[in-house]
C-alpha cells in the first residue's frame, strides 16, 4: 500500500514537475517517516536538566583543561559555531594524531538511539567519556580529570549547585551528566521542512518538494527516517555496492570492532541528516566533500540505483531544507586555576 502510495506522489512530483505538487498528499506520506524537531528538549532518562547543570554542562564542554595537554576541549571537535562539527576529514587529537573517524554533529544528538558512529555509547553522558580517555583524542583518566575540577573553586561551587545534597558532587560521572544536559539543549528545530510538516506549503520551493518525494520514493527514508532522518538503526555501507576503499576504509570494519559479530562487518548507524549542509566532509570516513556527490554514492551503495543529475539536485536542495534554527550559545567564563591545578603535559 505504501508503494503504490509512494507511486503516486512520486508521480506528481517527478515525472510531471511543471504541474503543481499535490501538497497535501506529500505532507501525509512525510508524516509517515518523519517528524519535526519540538521547540524544546526531550527529558533525559537518567538526568534531570537544571539551569545549574546545563550551565555546569557549559563550562564544561567548552573547557580545554578536561585534556591532558590544556588544548583540546570537546567543542574543538564539536565545534557549535559550525554546525557542531570540526570541518575536518577526521579530528586530530592529542599528540597532532589523527583520530579514526570524522566526529559526528553534536546538534540533535539527543534525538540518536546511541551515540558514535558503531552505536557504543547508549547516551551521551556516556559518549562523553569516551573522547576525555582516548589516547588519540583528550589522552586523560578520570582521577586526572577529578583532581583537575577539584582544584578550581568554581567547579567545587558549579558541582555543589549542580548535584545539590551529593556527598562528593565532583566525579568523571557527573562530569559526563552535566556535558550530557548541556548538549541536550543543543537542538535546531524549526527548519523548513519542519514548517511543512506544520501545515506551510510554501515553506518548500517546487524542487525542494519534488526531493522530498524523491528521498521518499527511493528509499532514503527507509534508513533515513524519524525526528533526526537517522541515527537509530544500523546497516552495511555497501547494501547493494560496497564503495571504493577511499570512502569505505579496509581498516575500519565499523560495529564489527565492538560485537565480533560477522553480521556487524561494515555495519555503521545511519547518519542523522539534519544540518547537513552544515556538516561537510561526510560519512564516517570524512572522504566526501561535496552533498551531491554523497547523494550519488548513496544511491549506488545502499539503494543500487544510478540517480539521474536532476535527482541528485532535487534531493540535494531538498536536504537543504533539513538546517534548523542554530541556538546562539555564548562561551561561558571558565573557572580560574588555582596552584594545584595540574599542569598541561606535553604533546
Same mark, same amino acid.
Request: hydrophobic share 45%; net charge negative.
Given at each position: 500500500?505504501?508503494?503504490?502510495?509512494?507511486?503516486?506522489?512520486?508521480?506528481?512530483?517527478?515525472?510531471? %514537475?511543471?504541474?503543481?505538487?499535490?501538497?497535501?498528499?506529500?505532507?501525509?506520506?512525510?508524516?509517515?517517516? +518523519?517528524?519535526?524537531?519540538?521547540?524544546?528538549?526531550?527529558?533525559?532518562?537518567?538526568?534531570?536538566?537544571?539551569?545549574? *547543570?546545563?550551565?555546569?554542562?557549559?563550562?564544561?564542554?567548552?573547557?580545554? *583543561?578536561?585534556?591532558?595537554?590544556?588544548?583540546?576541549?570537546?567543542?574543538?571537535?564539536?565545534?557549535?559555531? !559550525?554546525?557542531?562539527?570540526?570541518?575536518?576529514? =577526521?579530528?586530530?587529537?592529542?599528540?597532532?594524531?589523527?583520530? %579514526?573517524?570524522? /566526529? %559526528?554533529?553534536?546538534?540533535?544528538?539527543?534525538?540518536?538511539?546511541?551515540?558514535?558512529?558503531?552505536?557504543?555509547?547508549?547516551?551521551?553522558?556516556?559518549?562523553?567519556?569516551?573522547? =576525555?580517555?582516548?589516547? =588519540?583524542? !583528550?589522552?586523560?583518566?578520570?582521577?586526572?580529570?577529578? @583532581?583537575?575540577?577539584?582544584?578550581?573553586?568554581?567547579?567545587?561551587?558549579?558541582?555543589? /549547585?549542580?548535584?545539590?545534597?551529593?556527598?562528593?558532587?565532583?566525579?568523571?560521572?557527573? !562530569?559526563?551528566?552535566?556535558?550530557?544536559?548541556? @548538549?541536550?539543549?543543543?537542538?535546531? %528545530?524549526?527548519? *523548513?521542512?519542519?514548517?511543512?510538516?506544520?501545515?506551510?506549503?510554501?515553506?518548500?520551493? /517546487?524542487?525542494?518538494?519534488?526531493?522530498?518525494?524523491?528521498?521518499?520514493?527511493?528509499?532514503?527514508?527507509?534508513?533515513?527516517?524519524?525526528?533526526?532522518?537517522?541515527?537509530?538503526?544500523? +546497516?552495511? +555501507?555497501? =547494501?547493494?555496492?560496497?564503495?571504493?576503499?577511499?570512502?569505505?576504509?579496509?581498516?575500519? *570494519?565499523?560495529? +564489527?570492532?565492538?560485537?565480533?559479530?560477522?553480521?556487524?562487518?561494515?555495519?555503521?548507524?545511519?547518519?542523522?541528516?539534519?544540518?547537513?549542509?552544515?556538516?561537510?566532509?561526510?560519512?564516517?570516513?570524512?572522504?566526501?566533500?561535496?552533498?551531491?556527490? /554523497?547523494?550519488?554514492?548513496?544511491?549506488?551503495?545502499?539503494?543500487?540505483?544510478?540517480?539521474?543529475?536532476?535527482?541528485?539536485?532535487?534531493?540535494?536542495?531538498?536536504?537543504?531544507?533539513?538546517?534548523?534554527?542554530?541556538?546562539?550559545?555564548?562561551?561561558?567564563?571558565?573557572?580560574?586555576?588555582?596552584?594545584?591545578?595540574?599542569?598541561?603535559?606535553?604533546?
Amino acid at each position: 500500500m505504501r508503494t503504490l502510495f509512494l507511486s503516486a506522489v512520486a508521480l506528481a512530483a517527478l515525472a510531471a %514537475p511543471a504541474l503543481a505538487v499535490d501538497d497535501a498528499a506529500l505532507r501525509e506520506e512525510a508524516l509517515g517517516w +518523519f517528524e519535526p524537531i519540538p521547540m524544546n528538549p526531550p527529558a533525559l532518562e537518567n538526568n534531570v536538566m537544571t539551569r545549574a *547543570r546545563v550551565d555546569l554542562g557549559a563550562q564544561l564542554f567548552f573547557d580545554p *583543561r578536561i585534556s591532558r595537554s590544556g588544548l583540546f576541549s570537546c567543542n574543538t571537535c564539536h565545534n557549535v559555531g !559550525m554546525g557542531g562539527v570540526d570541518g575536518l576529514e =577526521v579530528s586530530i587529537g592529542h599528540g597532532w594524531q589523527k583520530g %579514526p573517524r570524522n /566526529a %559526528p554533529t553534536v546538534y540533535n544528538a539527543i534525538f540518536n538511539a546511541a551515540q558514535f558512529w558503531d552505536g557504543r555509547a547508549p547516551d551521551l553522558a556516556e559518549q562523553a567519556k569516551g573522547p =576525555v580517555q582516548a589516547g =588519540v583524542e !583528550m589522552n586523560n583518566t578520570p582521577d586526572r580529570v577529578v @583532581e583537575t575540577l577539584r582544584s578550581m573553586e568554581g567547579y567545587v561551587v558549579g558541582f555543589a /549547585a549542580a548535584f545539590p545534597g551529593e556527598a562528593d558532587a565532583i566525579s568523571f560521572h557527573n !562530569m559526563a551528566r552535566a556535558i550530557e544536559a548541556f @548538549e541536550a539543549t543543543l537542538i535546531t %528545530p524549526n527548519a *523548513r521542512f519542519d514548517q511543512f510538516l506544520m501545515g506551510d506549503d510554501n515553506a518548500l520551493n /517546487a524542487q525542494e518538494k519534488r526531493g522530498l518525494a524523491a528521498f521518499m520514493a527511493t528509499g532514503c527514508a527507509s534508513c533515513h527516517g524519524g525526528v533526526n532522518f537517522g541515527g537509530q538503526e544500523y +546497516f552495511p +555501507f555497501g =547494501v547493494v555496492e560496497r564503495p571504493g576503499a577511499r570512502v569505505l576504509p579496509e581498516g575500519d *570494519r565499523g560495529r +564489527f570492532q565492538m560485537t565480533q559479530t560477522a553480521a556487524d562487518d561494515y555495519v555503521f548507524r545511519a547518519a542523522p541528516l539534519r544540518n547537513i549542509e552544515l556538516t561537510a566532509p561526510y560519512f564516517h570516513s570524512g572522504a566526501v566533500w561535496d552533498l551531491e556527490e /554523497a547523494v550519488a554514492i548513496m544511491g549506488v551503495s545502499q539503494l543500487g540505483a544510478e540517480l539521474t543529475g536532476e535527482e541528485v539536485a532535487d534531493i540535494t536542495a531538498f536536504l537543504r531544507t533539513l538546517t534548523g534554527e542554530i541556538p546562539r550559545v555564548e562561551h561561558p567564563i571558565l573557572p580560574v586555576r588555582s596552584q594545584s591545578t595540574p599542569l598541561p603535559e606535553d604533546m
